[in-house]
C-alpha cells in the first residue's frame, strides 16, 4: 500500500504544475486618462471653429429669410440661392423646407 499512495503523490505532483500552467494571469484593470481642466479664457465653440476654419453658427435674421423668399420665387437653384445667404445648401434646403418655401427650379 505504501507504493500506492505514493504513486498518488507524485500523479499529484506532476498534474499540480498542470493546473498551474491552465490559471489564467489576472486581467489588469482599464483605467480612463485624467482630464486636463480648459483654461477658462477661450470657450471650446470658438476654439474648435478656429482650428477646424468653420464659421461660428448664426440664426436667422427676418431679412435672411426676405432674402431666401425673393430668390426661391425668382426660382435660382438652392446653390447659387445658398452663395447670396452666405450659408451652406442644406441649411438653406432646410430653413427653406421649415418656412414652407418651395426651391424647385425645374421648369
Avoid at 9 to 32: G, Y
Avoid at 48 to 68: F, I, M, Q, Y
Amino acid at each position: 500500500m505504501a507504493k500506492a499512495t505514493t504513486a498518488k503523490k507524485a500523479a499529484s505532483k506532476k498534474a499540480a504544475p498542470k493546473k498551474a500552467a491552465a490559471k489564467k494571469a489576472p486581467a489588469k484593470k482599464v483605467t480612463a486618462p485624467k482630464k486636463v481642466a480648459a483654461p477658462k479664457a477661450a470657450s471650446k465653440t470658438a476654439a474648435t471653429a478656429k482650428k477646424a476654419g468653420a464659421s461660428k453658427r448664426r440664426g436667422w435674421t427676418n431679412d435672411d429669410v426676405k432674402e431666401l423668399k425673393a430668390l426661391a420665387k425668382q426660382k435660382l437653384p438652392t446653390a447659387k440661392i445658398a452663395k447670396a445667404l452666405k450659408r451652406t445648401e442644406g441649411a438653406t434646403r432646410q430653413k427653406a423646407y421649415s418656412l414652407g418655401v418651395s426651391l424647385d427650379s425645374r421648369r
